[in-house]
């Protein structure tokens, strides 16, 4: 499998577009490009040598569910849990960015999704809207609750 693609999948939030290329994927939104988008990780060792948690929140990140972290380094994960339909895909890859499958602003729309993949990775769930993961904005010694 190729991570430069972009791939149109059933994330463990919501339907999205995953690629190594996070330029690939603003371009696709029709995005700024110095807005930055979440990278899925598989695990939190694959977590770990991405990015360096603060001591004060490691039981925190560890126990969250569905939440994306914003580090201090200003670079944004989410761990996806081995329970998940969506952590076979990422298991393949480690890491890759992920963002919803819409233009930016608007709701989920499947044929700009399915026209904008260069892969469909559709299983017989099917696509459909979740809520959003939670966005966490960690400091040093403090955190803000972004979404």
Known sequence: M???L???VQTDTTVGFSSSSDEKLSLLKQRPLTK???NTVDSFSTLNKNTRIPKEFRKKVRNSKKTTFIYPNGMSFRVVEKSSKFYDFIHKFGVLYSTSANK???NFDREFAISGAEIIVEDKRGFYETTASTIIKLGKKSFKKLR
Do not use: E
Request: aromatic share 8%.
């Open 2 to 4: 190729n991570s430069d």
């Open 6 to 8: 972009i791939y149109l």
């Open 36 to 38: 930055k988008i979440l």
């Open 104 to 106: 930016t602003g608007k």
